[in-house]
């Protein structure tokens, strides 16, 4: 991997990680048109997720600061147990299980067989289906993050999981999930991001043992993605919150549509390999 894809890649996955339209899928199909065939790999992937994913502690800080806090002093008695900051933490943590446990069941398959460019491009188009779904039956939900319940935290979560499948998006898959469960969008939106904190630094410290092992993730250019990651992720997050609340989800349900055919055609004329 050189510099320049380093640059863009790092773009890529800073502009697409938030947006329900999954960064994994578009690191892979701009990976491959880079690499002329070769995917940049799960490592890559989960590495450069990092940089965005530190864009929404920094975005967040105040209210992760918060939570953290509160659920640190409900163990000492300084902080009620029914505390909502504190009770969000458990809810966090609860919500992060599935795909901790699915991640490290089906870590071989998620690093191989579910990179198949033709599951991604079902998943493209599936999941922006499941999206304008979710969104239409969800255009006049009423709950907020005050009324998650314990049931729901475990839901959101298994809806979260299925981000392991490259084309899924985490940011889609768990919206679609709080939609449907009845929440408003800033509500699930809000909840996708403090979730993923979790499963996306343990998932990224995990592979950092991967990186260096082959010429593609050399440890410099991954650096460099990590930290463009970051500086665009933090301005698509403050985007993505201010739209969210005046506007619905069709223009990324059309996109993922329009890219889902993209890559079919392009894997058909033998520009990508599946």
């Known amino acids: 991997m050189d510099w320049l894809q380093a640059i863009v890649l790092g773009i890529v996955q800073g502009l697409t990680e938030f947006l329900p339209i999954s960064s994994s899928a578009h690191v892979s199909i701009v990976g491959q048109l880079f690499f002329e065939g070769k995917d940049p790999g799960a490592a890559f992937t989960a590495v450069t997720q990092l940089g965005t994913e530190t864009a929404v502690l920094v975005y967040f800080r105040k209210d992760i600061w918060r939570i953290i806090t509160h659920w640190f002093g409900s163990f000492t008695g300084k902080v009620e147990k029914g505390d909502p900051d504190a009770r969000m933490g458990w809810l966090v943590i609860i919500g992060s299980i599935p795909i901790v446990l699915l991640g490290l069941l089906f870590q071989d398959a998620i690093d191989s067989t579910l990179r198949n460019l033709w599951i991604t491009v079902a998943m493209l188009a599936g999941v922006a289906i499941v999206l304008a779904l979710a969104d239409r039956y969800g255009a006049r939900n009423t709950r907020e993050l005050k009324d998650l319940s314990w049931r729901d935290g475990v839901l959101f979560g298994l809806f979260q999981a299925a981000a392991l499948i490259p084309g899924v998006s985490r940011s889609g898959a768990t919206i679609s999930g709080g939609l449907f469960l009845g929440y408003t969008r800033e509500a699930a939106t809000r909840y996708a991001f403090l979730l993923a904190i979790p499963a996306v630094f343990g998932s990224g410290l995990y592979k950092l043992k991967d990186i260096g092992g082959?010429?593609?993730?050399?440890?410099?250019?991954?650096?460099?993605?990590?930290?463009?990651?970051?500086?665009?992720?933090?301005?698509?997050?403050?985007?993505?919150?201010?739209?969210?609340?005046?506007?619905?989800?069709?223009?990324?349900?059309?996109?993922?549509?329009?890219?889902?055919?993209?890559?079919?055609?392009?894997?058909?004329?033998?520009?990508?390999?599946a």
């Open 214 to 273: 082959d010429p593609s993730t050399a440890w410099g250019p991954t650096i460099v993605a990590t930290v463009l990651a970051f500086i665009v992720g933090y301005a698509v997050i403050a985007w993505l919150l201010r739209y969210i609340s005046t506007h619905n989800f069709t223009i990324f349900v059309v996109y993922r549509l329009v890219i889902a055919a993209i890559v079919a055609a392009l894997i058909l004329a033998g520009v990508l390999v």
